[in-house]
Each structure stands twice: as C-alpha cells, then as structure tokens.
C-alpha cells in the first residue's frame, strides 16, 4: 500500500487534486512541485496501463462497493474493511481522475510521454487505451452505482478532453477516434455492441462534434486540405451507422435493432454536422433528410395510434404502459422533427427540407421552443434567431411562418413596444420617453422585423395582392396581425383615423419608416410596395402637409423626426445610383446654424443636390490591352484557346487599368465570348430554342405594373449614367426587350400547382440583368435581345439571369416546385461554406447577430448590385461572370465580406449588421481590386462550386 491507496479510500475521485488545480495560482504551485515529483504522474500513467491491459473491469467489486456506499451512513454501520480488489479498483478511479485533470493543461500535458518498460506512453496512447474500458461498463447509466461505472469514468475523461479547443487538437488525434468508432463498424459487420458502449461514444462524439477543432478532426481526419472528401474520417461511419440505425437496416445478426435513444444520439451527432455548410458538404450523399423523414412520418402515425389517457386509468397496469409508450412515442416525433428543423440552418438545408414536405410542421415545432426561449440543442450557444432568418428568405419558408403565427407574434411583441400589449398585462411603471428616433426597447423588434422581410420572394407572398383596409377610425388596443396591417398603422399614416389610433406617434410612423427604408433597398420589393400601395405618393404628400406655406422652399417645410426620415426614403426610392452616383441625405441634424442643411421636397424630380455630376463616358477608343488583343484577335476562331487568352487580358486590365474597361469594350469583348462559350459543351448545355412570336404580337402584351415602373427606373438610371438620351424611345425598346424575354423564357415554363404565390404565375419581378444588358448595349434592343437569347444555353444564365430558372422546364420538377431559387440553395449556400473557411470572424458575426450572409447575397445578386456597385463595377462583375465562369458570382461575394471585415464586426457589436449591409452602397470595393484573391479561391475551390451547382441534374434531364 502506498499513500495514495489512502487517499484513494478518503476521496476516490481526487475531489483534492482537482480543487487545487481549479485556480490559477494553485495549480502553477501544484504544477511545479509536480516537476520535481513526477513519479506521482508516472506512477498513475503505469498503472492505468497495467489496468487496462489486463482488463480487470472490477464490475463486480465496483458494485459491492456502491451498494455498500450507499447503505453506510455514519455511526456504527460505516465501512472499515475493504478487499484487495476493491481497493485497487478504487485506486484506479483515483489515478484517473488525477491524469484526467492533468491532461487538460498545457504544462500539465508536458509530463508526458511516460516511461514504461521498454516503451514511452503518450497521451494518444493513454486515451486509446482507456477507450478499451467503455465495452466494460455496466448497464446501469443512472443510478448511483454508475458514479464508479468505468465506462462512465472514462466517458467524462473523453469529453472534458473533447471539449477544450486547445486540448481537443493536442489529445484527440485519429488514433483516438477511430479506437473510438471501432465498435459502429464491427457492429455494422454483424458485431453486437452494448447499448451502454453505443450511448458512450456518442456522448463522447457529441461533444466532440460541437467544438470547431473535434468538427474538423471528424470531417477530415489530421489532413489539413477541409473541403477535400476524405473517405477515412470518421464522420463517414458515424453517418453510414445512423442512416441504418433510423431504417433499421442493420445486421439481422445483431439481434433486435439499437434502442431509440441509440439512434436519436447518433442522428444528433450528425445534425451537429450537417447544421452548418461544411459539415452538409460531407454528409449530403448520404441523404440523410430523407431517412429522418421517413421515421418521422412512421413516428407520427404511432403517435395517432396511442390511446388518449383517461383519468380513471391511473391505477390500470396496462393504462400505465400504454400512458408511458404514447409519452415515449411522442417524444421520439419531437426528436426526429427536431433533428429535420436544423436542415434549415444552411440555404441547401432548408432546400432539402422542404423537400421532405415536413417545412410547416418544422417551422411549428422551432415557433413552440422560440417562444418559451429555448435554445437549439444542449451544444449550441445562440437561439433561433439565424435559422429564423434563413427561413424567412424564401417564399415556403415565409408562409410556413406566416401559417404557423410566428410572424403574427413578432408583430405582437412589436406592437406591445411601440405602442401598448395586451389589456391583461401589468403595468408596474410608466415606460420611459424615447429620445432616439429608434429606441432601444423597440431594436430588437426592429431587427428582427428587418430579418424576414428582406427578401423579396418572402415579401411577395406576404403582401402581394393584399389591399389594405384604410378604416375610418381604429381603436387604441387593435393590435395588427399581419404585415399589411403593419404598413397600413406604421408606414402609410395618411389619415386622421390612423394619426388618432396611436399612443407615439412620431415614434411609430419613423419607425414604420425605418422598416420601409430597408425593404426599399430590395428594388423588386419597393416596386411592389410602390405599384400596390402608392408609398411615394404619400410620403409626398406627408411632406406637403408638413410645409408652413404654399411656395416651395426648404425654409417651408417643417423639420422633425417624420420629416427627415421620409426625405430619406423618397431620395433612396427615386434615385438609383452606387456609391458616387447618388448623395443620400442622412437621418441626423449637426450643431451648426442650418441643422438640417438638405433641401426637403414634396415632388418629383427630386432637388439637384441629391444627384451629383456624372462624367460622360468617352467615346473615344483608348488603347489597353484588352483593345489591343481584341483588334489583333478578329480574325482568329474564338475557341477554348482563344478564350484563355481573353481572360488574360481582360484580367491585365482589371487589375492596371480598370477605369478604361468600360462601353464598347465591354459589349465587343462579351461578344466573342459569348461566341466561344457556345461551342464548349460543358458551358452551353441547354439548347437554344427558337422564339415564337412577333413585333405586333409583343406590342398587344401586357406587362405587370411592377415590371413597366422597373423599365421607367432603368431608364432614369441609364439617363443619370449618360447613356441614354432619348427617354421615350429607351422606354419604348426596353419595354419590348422585356416583353420579348418574358414570352420567350414562358415557352420553357413548367405549370406547378403549388400554394406558393410567387411560382402561380410569370416571374414577378423586374428582370433586372437585361435591363443591365441593355444600359451596357447603349439602348441597343437588337443587340441585347440577341445576346440574351443565346445566352440563355449558358451554365451561367440560371444564376446572372434569376428568371431563367423560374419555373423551368430544365430544373428537376422538385426543384421546380419547391419555390427556392438556385441562387439561394446553391450559390448562397457556397458563399456561406467560403465565409466560413476563408472569413470566418465574418461568418462568425453574422451567426451572432441572427442573419445570414446568403440573405443579403440573394437581394445583391437578384438586382445586379444596383444601388450597391457604381455602373463601372457592375458591368465588371457581369464580364467577370460571363468570362471566368459562373463560380465568380460567389468569390464576388466572398471578396466583398472581407473588404468589409472590420465594419461588419463593428456593426455586429452594435447590433445593426442587418441594416449596415442592407441599406449601405459597397463603398470602396472595385471588382479589379480583389480580382487576384478571386483566382486564388477559383484554385480552392473551383471544383466544389461547379459541381455542385443544380446544373448537374440538368444536364442530365438535357441530354436525356
């Protein structure tokens, strides 16, 4: 017997040593005796290895010894005596809880390796073989006895290891892992394992899999290279083991199949994993959306099946079992249901979701936790709020919110801060007077109404041929429920009735106006809101009503709050420009004499001071290189050959001379290119169909309200930039490029019968890449019109071109029908995979503040960057995509993130990231600037995007 037998019998678990190495102070002095003593380490390492080797479980001695523990109590009952076998299983809880503690410290973790006989121990091979004990354990994982339970002891040693960042990358290797999942291979190969051994290592695996380090370790193993498919790691048989688990499809020889909450352990796991881009990217083959599905649509209708409890059967033995296998078998169908929701955490996910069918029931289920405040899983650090967000980006997932009343309690919780809550809440003090024009009780509120309202096909299915009521009077507590209530009592105050029906009425209507600033800043959503519900004409006439006199004059206007901000909205409204083509005014008076130096108005145009000064763009034709590779190329046969050189010169550019690639540069160079592409069968892979129709026939076609004042904006913009001149003839050509588009893209339209307003008809939206097209053709309606045409064979025309992919015949029909676009499933989905892997502090801000970056992406990509890149730039960013392929819409994206670093983490402290990115130009980025790091992330990363684009599936429908 040495000392520490003793203490083993005093404190089995080294309650001692672990209070001394709680603190700082403590544990450096502890520590540091620990050097000059370090037999008391060497000596618990040795005889932990001896231990396991000889596999002295000590199941037995373990359990005479608790059940003895638990009859002893102090007195005469109180246990002297010990055996021989029990005190060396005590000693061997105490020697491991003294490595278990000293492993999680860095100069704890310098002790090692350990001299053995012959050998050196390392900390690798001590975990390796404590991980031979979990098959040792008892069945018992809830009663006392299972304190000393030794699968127990080395689980808890396993998951501290696990859970520390710094300890996870030294200690757990692929050694260890593998030793770990060793039992889930050779029970898929017929092996049985013990359900205590299974729950262990998916306790083990499930902490593993919520720290960053433990991700990476089971996605990829030790390589370095993320990404890139490693066909050893381990997330592969963790997959392969919970996909057979949940369809009961593992090996008849292994008797009855893994108890409920076998499986439900390991599908957490994998949810921990597919929950974010990364991890889907590996686990998206196995398809596992669909086996969860499954199960839980067999879960529900048990659920159906179980009898209702009756209270006169609560002494019936067979009432009992049937209460409890109902409460077992609704606790399964909240878990699968819970398991589906977190596709939603990735644009793709939430594709694959709605797939199943189970979008409603989802969004139910994540509205019943979000409004008791609970969090997302026992390993996840933030609420709802991201996956909230990414569901409100598309049309299914707006009207299962909409459908579930998750958007009429925000606006609940909205109205009870604006304005008053419901007549049976307590008022135990008088709020206090808001001084700022958003208050920060009403942020929140505001943040969050920000977060599902800014996207358009989401906005569209929630307003979209919705009248507004505009009732005489209303009263002080009618609360509205929707979002057209919300507009009609916050944005369009245009009545007395309204004035009268609120308690602050400043406050409300600036901040009715705060939320139509930001669903403006989407183009397609101001267009609807302009064509449905006349807001400039109010706000208009707001400002009139707001003026002293008849003449007009800035000295008449009234200023305050209301006034500034509908200023505001009316210049972002009526102006379409980039960062140095339109002057905002801003929101705020100065100290100085004239507080509010901006001319206010109350028609249209709008002052002079709000539009600055354009150059003319030169008609001369400067040398460059692109020029000078052009001129010499014209005769040559534009090929794959051909085009490799234009992108080096285009490149060469960009990168000098960016200011000089503008006007018929431009449109000669996407020419030719366009030319070659259509000769690479990999880039032109639909056909090209013929357009059926006529001039007289167009001329006798209607288009939506919302597409005519689409084409008035264009043409103001293309006046603003100086290419257009006559403006009732562009009006006239881009009306009938338009109307030639649209008859042409509805001849390769699918009929879907689906609820989803956005897919019942044509695309309704302003089609805002021709309109592109046609400024950068000068106003050319023969020349757009013909490149339009043929580029609709493109891969890129799906992704540059977002009503090309509406309702088409060359997507797969389930995509079609699902009602989210590809340049939210696919294209935002691998913005968000680069975001996390190249910018991950900017990922990391945006999962912080419940927004996602492929929200915003979708608005930027939907509008060709209008309002967000000055024209320059956005003709840059269409050659880029066009030239150098369709991925570099998403390194455009990427790019831009990290330009914007530091602002989106100084916004994320101040909680307005949504409203930064959304009403904010891109200031300072050119497409030239950061064309070198597109390239190096077309070297990662070129191969991931493309083949994951929806294009793969139709090719094959193509070909077919």
């Known amino acids: 017997m040495t000392p520490l037998h003793y203490f083993a019998l005093l404190d089995p678990k080294a309650s001692w040593f672990r209070k001394w190495m709680h603190g700082n102070y403590s544990r450096t002095a502890v520590l540091r005796i620990l050097e000059k003593h370090r037999i008391l380490v060497d000596t618990c390492v040795k005889f932990l290895m001896d231990f396991v080797s000889t596999r002295k479980s000590g199941s037995d001695s373990m359990t005479d010894l608790t059940d003895t523990m638990r009859r002893s109590k102090i007195g005469e009952e109180k246990r002297k005596i010990f055996t021989s076998k029990e005190l060396e299983y005590l000693y061997f809880v105490h020697c491991l809880s003294i490595i278990g503690v000293v492993t999680l410290y860095a100069n704890g973790r310098q002790f090692f390796p350990v001299k053995q006989r012959d050998k050196e121990v390392t900390i690798t091979d001590l975990l390796v073989s404590l991980i031979h004990l979990l098959p040792h354990g008892g069945t018992e994982l809830a009663t006392r006895a299972a304190v000393f339970d030794p699968g127990n002891l080395v689980t808890d040693v396993l998951k501290c290891v696990s859970a520390s960042q710094a300890v996870c990358s030294e200690c757990m290797k692929n050694k260890v892992i593998m030793e770990l999942i060793s039992p889930l291979r050779m029970y898929m ?553 649209t008859q042409y893209l509805k001849q390769q339209q699918r009929k879907t019968d689906s609820e989803i307003r956005f897919l019942q008809q044509d695309y309704m939206g302003h089609d805002w890449f021709a309109s592109t097209l046609f400024l950068m053709m000068s106003g050319n309606r023969e020349k757009s019109w013909n490149f339009l045409h043929k580029f609709s064979t493109l891969i890129a025309s799906g992704y540059l071109w977002l009503p090309r992919f509406h309702n088409s015949m060359q997507l797969p029909p389930q995509l079609t029908v699902s009602g989210i676009h590809p340049v939210f499933s696919t294209t935002g989905h691998n913005i968000e995979l680069l975001l996390q892997i190249e910018v991950p502090l900017v990922y990391s801000a945006f999962k912080m503040s419940g927004y996602t970056c492929s929200q915003i992406c979708q608005n930027w990509l939907r509008q060709c960057f209008w309002n967000y890149f000055d024209w320059q730039d956005i003709c840059h960013y269409v050659c880029v995509c066009i030239l150098m392929g369709s991925d570099y819409q998403v390194y455009t994206c990427v790019a831009i993130f990290k330009h914007l670093q530091q602002s989106l983490l100084l916004h994320a402290q101040h909680k307005d990231l949504q409203v930064f990115l959304t009403e904010r130009p891109i200031q300072g980025f050119h497409v030239g600037n950061y064309l070198e790091y597109m390239q190096q992330l077309e070297q990662k990363y070129r191969y991931l995007v493309l083949t994951d684009k929806v294009y793969n599936q139709a090719m094959i429908m193509t070909k077919q």
């Open 189 to 741: 190969k017929g092996r049985k394992c013990k359900e205590s051994t299974l729950l262990h290592i998916a306790d083990i695996l499930s902490v593993l899999a919520s720290s960053q380090c433990g991700r990476q370790m089971l996605l990829y193993g030790e390589s370095k290279e993320r990404i890139k498919h490693n066909k050893l790691a381990a997330v592969h048989t963790i997959a392969e083991f919970a996909k057979k688990s949940i369809s009961k499809s593992l090996p008849s020889q292994c008797g009855p199949a893994p108890s409920r909450a076998v499986v439900g352990a390991y599908v957490f796991i994998c949810r921990q994993i597919y929950s974010n881009c990364e991890g889907l990217h590996v686990l998206y083959p196995y398809g596992l959306h669909s086996y969860i599905a499954d199960a839980w649509r067999e879960a529900s209708r048990e659920t159906e099946r179980a009898p209702t409890p009756r209270p006169d059967s609560d002494s019936d033995t067979s009432s009992q079992s049937g209460k409890q296998e109902a409460i077992d078998a609704f606790a399964w169908e909240q878990t699968l249901r819970d398991n589906l929701l977190n596709f939603a955490g990735t644009p793709k996910g939430l594709l694959m979701l709605q797939q199943t069918g189970a979008m409603n029931e989802c969004v139910e289920y994540m509205y019943v936790r979000y409004a008791n405040k609970l969090q997302v899983s026992k390993h996840e650090k933030f609420g709802y709020g991201t996956m909230v967000t990414q569901i409100a980006a598309t049309a299914p997932g707006m009207v299962a919110l909409h459908s579930t009343g998750f958007i009429k309690a925000l606006l609940a919780e909205l109205w009870s801060v604006l304005e008053c809550g419901p007549d049976e809440r307590r008022i135990i003090r008088p709020t206090a007077i808001p001084v700022d024009p958003i208050d920060k009780s009403a942020h929140k509120s505001l943040m969050s109404l920000v977060n599902v309202l800014s996207a358009y096909p989401a906005v569209y299915e929630v307003i979209a041929n919705q009248p507004l009521a505009n009732k005489e009077s209303y009263s002080f507590r009618e609360v509205p429920d929707t979002i057209t209530g919300i507009i009609e009592r916050l944005i369009m105050v245009d009545s007395p009735g309204k004035v009268h029906s609120l308690f602050n009425v400043e406050q409300s209507h600036v901040f009715g106006l705060r939320i139509l600033s930001v669903m403006c800043c989407c183009l397609d959503s101001f267009l609807l809101l302009e064509t449905q519900y006349k807001i400039q004409d109010m706000l208009l006439q707001s400002q009139q009503q707001n003026r002293r006199g008849q003449d007009e004059g800035r000295d008449d206007f009234i200023i305050d709050m209301p006034s500034v901000e509908r200023n505001h909205v009316l210049v972002r409204t009526y102006i379409v420009g980039g960062p140095s083509e339109r002057i905002l005014p801003p929101r705020t008076l100065n100290d100085q004499d004239d507080p509010y130096p901006w001319p206010l108005f109350s028609q249209f145009p709008v002052p002079k001071q709000y539009t600055p000064q354009l150059i003319r763009p030169s008609a001369m034709k400067q040398e460059n290189e692109l020029t000078k590779f052009l001129s010499a190329s014209k005769n040559d046969e534009v090929n794959s050959l051909w085009l490799d050189k234009c992108k080096k010169a285009f490149c060469s550019l960009l990168t000098r001379k960016a200011d000089l690639g503008t006007g018929k540069v431009l449109v000669d160079m996407l020419d030719r290119v366009l030319s070659a592409l259509l000769k690479i069968p990999d880039e032109s892979i639909f056909p090209l169909k013929d357009y059926i129709g006529s001039d007289s026939q167009l001329k006798g076609h209607k288009l939506p309200a919302l597409q005519i004042m689409g084409i008035k904006m264009a043409v103001r913009y293309g006046q603003h930039l100086k290419i257009l001149h006559n403006v009732s003839e562009s009006t006239e050509k881009l009306t009938m490029l338009i109307k030639q588009s």
